[in-house]
């Protein structure tokens, strides 16, 4: 077989890694937890997604539409928003995945739109980066978002689910 044919495989092989829907459904697994446990108001669950030291920032919009970036002190005060008790439920789809990989790191980033209960409140990109730990279990270490709520894409199978 000529060299250029092994090479080509080879290289095809090494793209693929990211694209092995066994391994992604791994990486998807803390990222749709967090989202469960938001919706069900469950701070453990959404806990248990997450490595034990985390980053979180939000980008968006200033009053002069200049990017501000607005970085969260640890991950405690969001999981005291998800355990109190609220009138409405949180809701956050996502669409669009996209997961790279390299080793025991991961790279996840995917469209969403945020809801209380029915009503529409935002949307954007999370971004989340990943690490597999010594029990195999992929969590997450960083979390990134931009919020704003115009321009959204929201594909019609999920806006029906919140009319």
Same mark, same amino acid.
């Given at each position: 077989?000529?060299?250029?044919?092994?090479?080509?495989?080879?290289?095809?092989?090494? /793209?693929?890694?990211? /694209?092995?829907?066994?391994?992604?459904?791994?990486?998807?697994?803390?990222?749709? &937890?967090?989202?469960?446990?938001?919706?069900?108001?469950? +701070?453990?669950?959404?806990?248990?997604?997450?490595?034990? /030291?985390?980053?979180?920032?939000?980008? +968006?919009?200033?009053?002069?539409? /200049? =990017?501000?970036?607005?970085?969260?002190?640890?991950?405690?005060?969001?999981? %005291?928003?998800?355990?109190?008790p609220h009138s409405e439920?949180?809701?956050? =789809?996502?669409?669009?995945?996209?997961?790279?990989?390299?080793?025991?790191?991961?790279?996840?980033?995917?469209?969403?739109?945020?809801?209380?209960? %029915?009503?529409? +409140?935002?949307?954007?990109?999370?971004?989340?980066?990943?690490?597999?730990?010594?029990?195999?279990?992929? &969590?997450?270490?960083?979390?990134?978002?931009?919020?704003q709520k115009e321009g959204?894409?929201? =594909?019609?199978?999920?806006?029906? &689910?919140? %009319?």
């Amino acid at each position: 077989m000529p060299k250029s044919i092994i090479v080509f495989f080879l290289f095809c092989s090494v /793209q693929l890694a990211g /694209q092995n829907p066994v391994f992604d459904k791994a990486i998807r697994e803390p990222i749709d &937890r967090l989202f469960l446990g938001m919706t069900r108001g469950d +701070s453990a669950m959404v806990r248990s997604a997450f490595t034990g /030291q985390v980053t979180m920032a939000t980008i +968006s919009k200033g009053m002069a539409g /200049q =990017p501000v970036i607005r970085y969260e002190n640890g991950i405690n005060d969001f999981l %005291k928003a998800v355990g109190t008790p609220h009138s409405e439920t949180w809701n956050e =789809p996502i669409w669009d995945l996209k997961i790279n990989v390299d080793d025991d790191f991961a790279q996840a980033w995917a469209s969403y739109a945020f809801y209380v209960g %029915k009503q529409f +409140s935002h949307c954007g990109v999370d971004a989340f980066h990943l690490v597999r730990g010594t029990d195999g279990q992929w &969590r997450i270490f960083h979390l990134a978002d931009t919020r704003q709520k115009e321009g959204c894409n929201i =594909p019609d199978d999920i806006k029906k &689910r919140f %009319k």
